[in-house]
């Protein structure tokens, strides 16, 4: 009997097995990156987190509609209820139209998630789109009287809500320590209470984002846009809503909310957060100087990095702990990384030389094929168990074993039955490829050959071996490059 998949809830603080609400249909919401720079690594966790859940449900024959939004407005800075928008602020400093800035990093973001081999989302729809959604939503609020109109901005009323239902359920504050320990804020005296949250704002004269609505010429908070749209594409309730563990409060708490305010249901049945990363065990920021994006890693721009690190050597590095646990970058622990990932590849390239032979050689072997029915077992035994990519990984590790054992002639061909040695190379090539989403680093394999390559001919020039200079050159010239000597040194173009 297969093992059920369980997720641990963030609302529940409890596994669960999962039961969709409409099997064999799935519904999952991600909330998105605030497009105003560059992606960085945390970023990159939720996003690799949630695209393997996207895959493992998908290998388990669920039909999934995966939404991730673009935010494009409304995000403030600080995430305060007063103050620029984050995009706003940029274009300024750019001197730019936000939309220019908004469209910038969004095709910046999908370039990352691409090299990460993060699959897209079913739908990935922007903010900026959804105005009417937003203020249909706050319509439905304020007809409750759970929101109320203060000169043109709208806010959601939490201590009449709290009435209704718990305002605090998924991150476990309390109303009433929220409301003493909520300090004054400048530009926020129109709020009844300090900790009630903003679901549409006046725009100043200066504001550049803005949109007409039933209030006056305003733009929408932060909250209500995930709400809009993942009700739009979802329905009224769906099955799983991720994020970071730092949108637990106030987004995600704000989310339930102004949903279950308006629609009188609970918005997601399964909420789960991945962690934070961390930089040698301190947490990533730019005031610290420790603050990497995503190019930064791949090109080792970066001064505290040593070398550039591949897509796909952070991509494995990452599914090497479990989402829910913190995860600390380090140069010692990216390079281990780096060996894994290959090391793993190398298994990926051997199954397939080892087909044959196996399959002619082989016999029944009960201590071997049993062993290899245990590792495969236990791949999808970890990934029904909260996802745990990282337990996964290590039982593919111990296929591995037997791989190189089979390869290098510490075991027989023969030692291994047809069925058990088919078993192993499908479940490798799943978990490795289709399910974890590792691929060869082409592009980066493909640079340092030619470096290396080109090292080899200018140290035959030097040792005045033309014969051996020719034929590099003409090697070359026959798949498109041409080498160039110049008096710095050597180079190659396409021809």
Known sequence: ????????????????????????????????????????????????????????????????????????????????????????????????????????????????MEQLNVLPPSIEPCASGHIPEQIAMIEAIIARGLAYVVDGSVYFDVAAYNQVDAYGKLSGRV????????????????????????????????????????????????????????????????????????????HHECEIAQSQAALKTNLATYWMHNNLVMIDGVKMGKSLGNFITLDELFSGSHVVLDQAYSPMTLRFFMLQSHYRGTLSVSIDALRAAHQGYRKLMNGWYLLATLQHEVVEASIENSLLDAEVHADCAACYSAMNDDFNTAKAIASLFSLLKKVNSLHNG???????????????????NLFVTD??????????????????????????????????VDWIRSALHRIGIAIKDHPKGVDWEYQ
């Open 410 to 428: 510490q075991l027989s061909p023969k030692s291994i039955s047809t069925v058990a040695f088919n078993q192993l190379r499908t479940t490798y």
């Open 175 to 250: 109303i009433e320590k929220m409301r003493s320990g909520t300090r004054s804020l400048t530009g926020q005296e129109e709020k009844r209470n300090a900790v009630d949250f903003a679901l549409w704002k006046k725009a100043t004269p200066t504001h550049i984002m803005q949109w007409p609505s039933p209030w006056g010429v305003g733009f929408p908070g932060w909250h209500i846009e995930c709400s809009a749209i993942a009700t739009k594409y979802l329905g009224k309730q769906f099955d799983i809503h991720g994020g970071g563990m730092d949108l637990v409060f106030p």
């Open 435 to 468: 399910i974890l989403g590792l691929r060869e680093d082409r592009e980066k394999m493909a640079i340092e050959t030619m470096e290396v390559l080109l090292t080899i001919y200018q140290q035959a020039k030097a040792a005045k071996q033309y014969h051996q």
């Open 1 to 112: 009997m297969q093992q059920p998949l369980v997720i641990y809830n963030s609302l529940t603080r409890q596994k669960e097995i999962f039961q969709p609400v409409a099997p064999p249909f799935v519904g999952m919401y991600l909330c998105g990156p605030t497009v105003y720079g560059k992606a960085h690594l945390g970023h990159a966790r939720a996003a690799i987190t949630f695209d393997v859940v996207y895959r493992y449900l998908q290998q388990l024959n669920y039909r999934v509609r995966y939404v991730r939004n673009i935010t494009d407005v409304g995000h403030l800075e600080r995430d305060l209820d007063d103050g620029d928008d984050k995009i706003q602020q940029q274009a300024r400093l750019e001197e730019v139209s936000p939309m220019e800035v908004a469209q910038r990093y969004t095709n910046s973001y999908r370039k990352n």
